[in-house]
């Protein structure tokens, strides 16, 4: 008889066979990637004869590879330097004047020379090493030299003279061995030393030290402008060439950036026209050499550019801000950046007045801060006025905002903003001329675009801080933003000229936030509150009818992208809060209470409802009708106070839901939600009315809809058993269950259990879903209602170890049985989803 094995077992040995063959496969791959590999190598040289071995650089692997030779000679260097260190400080002492001046003479000399011939053999990488350690024997002789000769001379002056007299050796020295790439530029970093070592030995201050470095600054560019004669312009005969040339530069760079940082902080700090003399010089004395550089280096004319055009700016404000009072120094530099752009349309060259308009543009970006906090008082200070409702009318701007601005800002905010936006506008109109030549033309549009939408906006603040900066009537504080949010939604729903999309969302944007800063301002008093809100619901309702949807036409005739329906949509949800809000505070207006302005307040769903009727599926429809429908739940939220009322606003929303029902499209949704409003309103009347028998009101309405669900379901087999018994079967059994949670006598939770079982095992004979589950969690509840008692009884009675033991048993079992436990999750899943 053949043994045919158990197919779980056979099917673990496919599997092991399966593995096993996977891992051979991965096994023979990489032999053959590593053959491939092999094949695909050149050939083998023949073996090199005495002449060629003679000749050429020995290829066997027992030559030391260059990375090899390079740590070697480094380590050879490191320790003759410290070997002649050690001399120097230690054994120096053993040997007279003559000897020590011979034996330093001799050994620096012989290691500056050595390199010489290294370089004509061909060893360069040696020749470094030893021309490095000559270097530092260089330094060693010009510390044995003031310990012993010039130990009187002031530490940091010998210094400053030290470096200059090694920065001189060492560039002759590195510009005679050309084939040396460390001399020079050990020549330039230690050129950068001597006049800030000297001003530092002279008793420093920030001025002295800023001198210096921009004397460094001069003297590097001068190195840096000066060209290489013709016999050493090769870099490949002189590698060192480049490098040094790269960090005169950056050492230019670097010290006339500290210059100009230094000065600057002088012109700051300084607080008489006659302390401001000194670092005016100095700033005009940076910008020189910027605009110098600028036009002798094309290819960095844009930054030296910046940097001196920044330089002007402190230069010419520095004095003004000492004459004039405080508050407007931010505007003197402003204005001084505003001349500074004046010179974009001169003759210059055209990195030139790049980067000076860089330059101001950087100094108008940094004045716009100064303003910040007039227009962040303008735009949030009319929070404050929801403490303070219907108070009475404030004693001018500044009262009804309920903020105090120093006196710095009640005349200058304005007037950065102005000029910040007249910059911009006068970027937006020299851009195409500015900057054709350096990015492409899409960005310039983008940049035009971008610098028209700042200057509006930087125009429309200037507008809106006026009246808290000249602390105007509130009316006008009213009439400001009202006007200018009109303004800003005509520029929206109508967008035209080179703004286009952009300028059309910036203006929605400006319009929002204009219309948020006003709405709270306006609860000084009643009729300012009314007239506000109706005029800004006016204005929301007719941008959203007068949006263009299609295509937006430019002046120059191009279309920009359309601004689509969301925008629409965002005006009409707007329009929808605001008159609820018009709502509410004319019914407080009114006198009325709380919960009759609850019922008030349903007459925005009830038309947001019939507009839906009208729109149908229009992309606005959706928004809107959820923005009506948190409209009511606001109403709900102010009806908690009294239970009749709650209970009347939940049926009237319960009608105008089952109103919006009655469309195809919302039948589903709304009918769900009209069943859920009523059935939530039956509750709340009988709890309002002390009843304690729910069941002669709520049965009636249950018979009734089960025959109104039997008959649907008869006509229409598809339809759902929720649609058809849920929200009967909810009438009665959700009341019951509450009632009977609370009730202490057993007649109540008996009959409504023996009800909840029979309708889960109807629910199960007849393929309902909705009374299967809506029986069986009714009846769950009812009996861990009657067991609680004693569940409590016997936990109480257990050892306090033994909860959580079983606990961990049933977490273990039902971790063993994962996979079964799935299987039956899914079936009963299976099995709900075949019932109706």
Same mark, same amino acid.
């Given at each position: 008889?053949?043994?045919?094995?158990?197919?779980?077992?056979?099917?673990?040995?496919?599997?092991?066979?399966?593995?096993?063959?996977?891992?051979?496969?991965?096994?023979?791959?990489?032999?053959?990637?590593?053959?491939?590999?092999?094949?695909?190598?050149?050939?083998?040289?023949?073996?090199?004869?005495?002449?060629?071995?003679?000749?050429?650089?020995?290829?066997?692997?027992?030559?030391?590879?260059?990375?090899?030779?390079?740590?070697?000679?480094?380590?050879?260097?490191?320790?003759?330097?410290?070997?002649?260190?050690?001399?120097?400080?230690?054994?120096?002492?053993?040997?007279?004047?003559?000897?020590?001046?011979?034996?330093?003479?001799?050994?620096?000399?012989?290691?500056?020379? +050595?390199?010489?011939?290294?370089?004509?053999?061909?060893?360069? &990488?040696?020749?470094?090493?030893?021309?490095?350690?000559?270097?530092?024997?260089?330094?060693?002789?010009?510390?044995?030299?003031?310990?012993?000769?010039?130990?009187?001379?002031?530490?940091?002056?010998?210094?400053?003279?030290?470096?200059?007299?090694?920065?001189?050796?060492?560039?002759?020295?590195?510009?005679?061995?050309?084939?040396?790439?460390?001399?020079?530029?050990?020549?330039?970093?230690? #050129?950068?030393?001597?006049?800030?070592?000297?001003?530092?030995?002279?008793?420093?201050?920030?001025?002295?030290?800023?001198?210096?470095?921009?004397?460094?600054?001069?003297?590097?560019?001068?190195?840096?402008?000066?060209?290489?004669?013709?016999?050493?312009?090769?870099?490949?005969?002189?590698?060192?060439?480049?490098?040094?040339?790269?960090?005169?530069?950056?050492?230019?760079?670097?010290?006339?950036?500290?210059?100009?940082?230094?000065?600057?902080? &002088?012109?700051?700090?300084?607080?008489?026209?006659?302390?401001?003399? %000194?670092?005016?010089?100095?700033?005009?004395?940076?910008?020189?050499?910027?605009?110098?550089?600028?036009?002798?280096?094309? %290819?960095?004319?844009?930054?030296?550019?910046?940097?001196?055009?920044?330089?002007?700016?402190?230069?010419?404000?520095?004095?003004?801000?000492?004459?004039?009072?405080?508050?407007?120094?931010?505007?003197?530099?402003?204005?001084?950046?505003?001349?500074?752009?004046?010179?974009?349309?001169?003759?210059?060259?055209?990195?030139?007045?790049?980067?000076?308009?860089?330059?101001?543009?950087?100094?108008?970006?940094?004045?716009?801060?100064?303003?910040?906090?007039?227009?962040?008082?303008?735009?949030?200070?009319?929070?404050?006025?929801?403490?303070?409702?219907?108070?009475?009318?404030?004693?001018?701007?500044?009262?009804?905002?309920?903020?105090?601005?120093? &006196?710095?800002?009640?005349?200058?905010?304005?007037?950065?903003?102005?000029?910040?936006?007249?910059?911009?506008?006068?970027?937006?109109?020299?851009?195409?001329?500015?900057?054709?030549?350096?990015?492409?033309?899409?960005?310039?549009?983008?940049?035009?675009?971008?610098?028209?939408?700042?200057?509006?906006?930087?125009?429309? #603040?200037?507008?809106?801080?006026?009246?808290?900066?000249?602390?105007?009537?509130?009316?006008?504080?009213?009439?400001?933003?009202?006007?200018?949010?009109?303004?800003?939604?005509?520029?929206?729903?109508?967008?035209?000229?080179?703004?286009?999309?952009?300028?059309?969302?910036?203006?929605?944007?400006?319009?929002?936030?204009?219309?948020?800063?006003?709405?709270?301002?306006?609860?000084?008093?009643?009729?300012?509150?009314?007239? +506000?809100?109706?005029?800004?619901?006016?204005?929301? #309702?007719?941008?959203?009818?007068?949006?263009?949807?299609?295509?937006?036409?430019?002046?120059?005739?191009?279309?920009?992208?359309?601004?689509?329906?969301?925008?629409?949509?965002?005006?009409?949800?707007?329009?929808?809060?605001?008159?609820?809000?018009?709502?509410?505070?004319?019914?407080?207006?009114?006198?009325?209470?709380?919960?009759?302005?609850?019922?008030?307040?349903?007459?925005?769903?009830?038309?947001?409802?019939?507009?839906?009727?009208?729109?149908?599926?229009?992309?606005?429809?959706?928004?809107?009708?959820?923005?009506?429908?948190?409209?009511?739940?606001?109403?709900?939220?102010?009806?908690?106070?009294?239970?009749?009322?709650?209970?009347?606003?939940?049926?009237?929303?319960?009608?105008?839901?089952?109103?919006?029902?009655?469309?195809?499209?919302?039948?589903?949704?709304?009918?769900?939600?009209?069943?859920?409003?009523?059935?939530?309103?039956?509750?709340?009347?009988?709890?309002?009315?002390?009843?304690?028998?729910? %069941?002669?009101?709520?049965?009636?309405?249950?018979?009734?809809?089960?025959?109104?669900?039997?008959?649907?379901?008869?006509?229409?087999?598809?339809?759902?058993?929720?649609?058809?018994?849920?929200?009967?079967?909810?009438?009665?059994?959700?009341? &019951?269950?509450?009632?009977?949670?609370?009730?202490?006598?057993?007649?109540?939770?008996?009959?409504?259990?023996?009800?909840?079982?029979?309708?889960?095992?109807?629910?199960?004979?007849?393929?309902?879903?909705?009374?299967?589950?809506?029986?069986?969690?009714?009846?769950?509840?009812?009996?861990?209602?009657?067991?609680?008692?004693?569940?409590?009884?016997?936990?109480?009675?257990?050892?306090?170890?033994?909860?959580?033991?079983?606990?961990?048993?049933?977490?273990?079992?039902?971790?063993?049985?994962?996979?079964?436990?799935?299987?039956?999750?899914?079936?009963?899943?299976?099995?709900?989803?075949?019932?109706?």
């Amino acid at each position: 008889m053949e043994n045919v094995p158990h197919p779980a077992r056979e099917l673990a040995l496919i599997d092991q066979e399966l593995h096993r063959m996977e891992t051979r496969r991965g096994q023979l791959l990489t032999r053959r990637s590593y053959l491939v590999t092999v094949l695909a190598r050149p050939a083998a040289p023949p073996p090199a004869t005495h002449a060629t071995a003679s000749t050429a650089s020995p290829a066997s692997p027992a030559a030391a590879p260059p990375s090899a030779q390079n740590v070697l000679l480094t380590l050879g260097g490191v320790l003759l330097t410290v070997a002649a260190t050690a001399f120097t400080l230690v054994s120096w002492g053993h040997l007279g004047i003559g000897g020590r001046s011979a034996v330093l003479t001799v050994i620096t000399l012989a290691a500056l020379a +050595v390199p010489a011939v290294l370089l004509r053999r061909g060893l360069s &990488s040696t020749a470094e090493a030893v021309a490095a350690f000559g270097l530092v024997l260089t330094v060693l002789d010009a510390y044995a030299l003031h310990a012993v000769a010039l130990s009187g001379v002031d530490g940091l002056r010998y210094t400053a003279v030290a470096c200059a007299v090694l920065a001189a050796l060492w560039g002759g020295y590195g510009a005679l061995l050309g084939g040396l790439r460390g001399p020079l530029p050990a020549a330039v970093v230690t #050129a950068q030393l001597p006049l800030l070592l000297w001003s530092v030995a002279g008793g420093w201050t920030m001025s002295t030290v800023a001198w210096a470095l921009l004397a460094t600054a001069v003297l590097d560019t001068a190195v840096a402008l000066w060209p290489l004669p013709r016999r050493t312009a090769n870099p490949a005969r002189h590698p060192s060439r480049r490098a040094a040339r790269g960090l005169v530069v950056a050492a230019a760079f670097t010290t006339a950036g500290v210059a100009l940082f230094l000065a600057a902080w &002088s012109s700051v700090d300084a607080g008489t026209p006659a302390a401001m003399a %000194e670092p005016a010089l100095l700033l005009l004395t940076c910008a020189a050499l910027g605009l110098f550089v600028a036009r002798r280096a094309p %290819e960095a004319a844009f930054v030296c550019a910046a940097g001196a055009g920044l330089a002007l700016v402190v230069a010419v404000g520095g004095p003004l801000r000492t004459v004039v009072p405080a508050g407007w120094a931010v505007l003197g530099y402003l204005l001084c950046a505003v001349g500074l752009l004046a010179l974009v349309r001169t003759r210059l060259p055209r990195r030139v007045r790049q980067g000076l308009g860089a330059a101001g543009g950087a100094v108008t970006a940094v004045s716009l801060p100064w303003a910040l906090p007039s227009v962040v008082a303008t735009l949030l200070g009319g929070a404050t006025r929801v403490t303070e409702i219907w108070s009475g009318v404030p004693d001018g701007t500044r009262a009804a905002l309920g903020v105090r601005l120093a &006196s710095s800002w009640q005349l200058t905010a304005p007037l950065v903003l102005a000029t910040a936006a007249g910059t911009l506008f006068f970027a937006y109109r020299l851009l195409p001329r500015l900057a054709p030549d350096i990015v492409p033309v899409t960005d310039v549009r983008r940049s035009r675009t971008a610098a028209l939408c700042g200057a509006g906006v930087l125009g429309w #603040a200037t507008v809106l801080v006026v009246p808290i900066v000249w602390d105007l009537p509130y009316a006008v504080a009213l009439v400001v933003p009202l006007v200018l949010t009109a303004v800003a939604l005509a520029l929206a729903v109508r967008p035209r000229g080179p703004m286009g999309t952009a300028g059309a969302l910036t203006a929605l944007i400006v319009a929002s936030a204009g219309a948020a800063s006003v709405a709270p301002l306006s609860l000084a008093t009643r009729p300012a509150t009314l007239t +506000v809100l109706v005029t800004l619901s006016a204005l929301f #309702a007719a941008a959203a009818v007068a949006l263009r949807s299609g295509p937006v036409q430019g002046r120059d005739g191009s279309e920009g992208p359309a601004l689509g329906e969301p925008v629409r949509a965002l005006l009409a949800c707007v329009c929808v809060g605001l008159t609820t809000a018009l709502v509410v505070a004319g019914s407080a207006a009114a006198g009325l209470p709380v919960a009759t302005v609850a019922v008030t307040v349903l007459a925005v769903p009830a038309a947001v409802a019939l507009l839906g009727a009208r729109l149908r599926e229009h992309p606005v429809a959706v928004p809107v009708e959820i923005t009506g429908g948190a409209a009511g739940l606001l109403a709900a939220g102010l009806a908690l106070g009294s239970l009749p009322v709650l209970a009347l606003v939940l049926a009237l929303g319960g009608v105008i839901a089952a109103g919006t029902a009655v469309r195809v499209e919302r039948r589903r949704v709304a009918g769900y939600a009209a069943t859920a409003l009523f059935v939530a309103a039956t509750w709340v009347r009988l709890g309002a009315s002390g009843v304690s028998v729910p %069941e002669a009101y709520t049965l009636p309405v249950t018979v009734a809809a089960l025959t109104v669900g039997a008959v649907r379901r008869r006509r229409d087999p598809a339809a759902s058993s929720w649609t058809a018994y849920g929200p009967g079967l909810a009438a009665t059994l959700a009341p &019951s269950l509450l009632a009977a949670w609370g009730d202490p006598h057993w007649a109540r939770p008996l009959l409504l259990g023996l009800a909840a079982l029979a309708l889960t095992l109807a629910g199960a004979r007849l393929r309902l879903r909705a009374p299967l589950v809506l029986g069986g969690a009714v009846l769950a509840l009812v009996a861990l209602h009657e067991l609680a008692p004693y569940v409590v009884q016997v936990v109480g009675a257990l050892p306090r170890w033994l909860p959580p033991a079983l606990a961990g048993l049933l977490l273990l079992g039902v971790g063993a049985t994962y996979e079964q436990r799935l299987r039956d999750a899914r079936r009963v899943r299976r099995s709900l989803g075949r019932m109706r």
